[in-house]
């Protein structure tokens, strides 16, 4: 029904928008002081936890604000509802298009051999450069995800 459509999307969305800010608020920054392959490898499986968390809960929230839209009829809701689940899916596109090349560099690095050569790559790539850059696209990725829950 309308109104269980307009809940799953706005809730899911709310908890992406939670998830996206507590991992650049709360969780990144502790890693600025981190030797640099240590930091990557931890963003590593934050990034991964993430996405496999995320991903579908942005498409549920998209499909259940698609819904609401049109169970809501034409009007003014129906555009509201629609905008809803564009704001939450722009979260998975402003991913793919300008954060991705910073999420591939920091696990190119957790992936080079513990040692050494990783710390030599992690300080060539200027891994808390890569993160502090990485945490303001997610707070944009957060802002996004709460204009779809409001």
Not at 18 to 36: C, D, V
Not at 67 to 75: I, Q, S
Not at 84 to 113: C, D, H, K
């Amino acid at each position: 029904s309308l109104r269980a459509a307009q809940l799953v999307g706005l809730t899911s969305s709310l908890f992406i928008s939670g998830i996206n800010f507590s991992a650049g608020h709360l969780t990144l920054p502790i890693l600025y002081r981190l030797p640099g392959g240590t930091a990557s490898d931890i963003f590593q499986e934050l990034y991964f936890r993430g996405a496999w968390t995320v991903a579908p809960l942005a498409i549920l929230s998209t499909l259940s604000s698609g819904t609401a839209a049109y169970l809501a009829g034409p009007g003014n809701t129906r555009l509201l509802w629609a905008a809803v689940g564009g704001a939450t899916i722009s979260t998975q596109i402003w991913t793919a298009f300008f954060m991705m090349p910073t999420n591939n560099e920091l696990i190119r690095i957790s992936q080079v051999p513990e040692g050494e050569k990783r710390e030599e790559e992690a300080k060539k790539a200027g891994v808390n450069k890569l993160l502090r850059k990485w945490v303001w696209m997610n707070h944009v990725r957060a802002a996004l995800a709460a204009t779809g829950g409001l």
